[in-house]
């Protein structure tokens, strides 16, 4: 009987071999619930996104839900040498996909919950983020989740930090005005479905 060890390597290597769009795909089908879309946002959304972001003052970003890492290689171009980026995701495939795909030592990936962003951060030795990125279908969270998520990462936030947001689903705003006073909002027609995405700044 093969080791769990094994077992594991040979995930690994299946999953590197799959494309990301086709992992991102089969993990679609495997969990659409917490993936939320069929297909990995499109360069513009990414650049849209980022493109508020004070790249000078980031020493530490974080990403919920990065999937097959979509953003990594955009976030790591802007990032300075001495910045981190952490992303969280609850899907172990997803988590060893990253792993074995994104080699920069400024990067790394937690399984885990959005929930435990404040432990996270301090486990990597910061008091607070400058920025919180999140593609996570909020709408379809079990209940009360995305709420403590959100209050969570309004604490985590350094002063005049941000929470950058980009959903299919305006029901969003439902989960961001309780705890953020100043929220910017823009639609990026160029993804499939059309983008909403929500910068949430702690000021």
Same mark, same amino acid.
């Given at each position: ?9 040979? *995930?690994?290597?299946?999953?590197? @071999?799959?494309?990301?769009? *086709? ?11 917490? $993936? ?12 849209? =996104? ?36 952490? *992303? ?6 997803? $988590? ?9 030592? @400024?990067?790394?990936? =937690? ?9 996270? $951060? ?28 959100? *209050?969570?990462? @309004? ?16 029901? =969003? @705003? ?30």
């Amino acid at each position: 009987m093969p080791s769990s060890i094994s077992v594991g390597r040979e *995930a690994r290597k299946a999953n590197r @071999r799959l494309s990301p769009r *086709a992992m991102f795909l089969r993990e679609f089908f495997r969990r659409p619930v917490m $993936v939320g879309s069929i297909i990995p946002s499109s360069n513009r959304t990414i650049r849209r =996104v980022l493109d508020r972001v004070d790249w000078g003052n980031v020493r530490m970003f974080v990403e919920y839900g990065p999937g097959v890492g979509t953003f990594c290689q955009a976030v790591l171009d802007r990032l300075g040498p001495d910045g981190q980026y952490v *992303a969280i995701d609850t899907n172990p495939d997803f $988590v060893a996909y990253l792993r074995d795909t994104v080699r920069d030592p @400024r990067f790394s990936v =937690v399984q885990g919950s959005a929930e435990d962003v404040e432990s996270i $951060v301090a486990d990597h030795g910061h008091e607070s983020a400058d920025y919180v990125l999140s593609g996570l279908p909020f709408s379809t969270l079990p209940p009360g989740v995305g709420d403590r998520i959100v *209050a969570a990462t @309004r604490r985590v936030l350094r002063q005049d930090g941000a929470f950058l947001v980009y959903q299919f689903n305006p029901n =969003v @705003r439902n989960f961001l005005t309780p705890h953020f006073d100043h929220i910017d909002y823009e639609i990026e027609w160029w993804n499939v479905p059309p983008a909403q995405i929500w910068w949430a700044w702690k000021d």
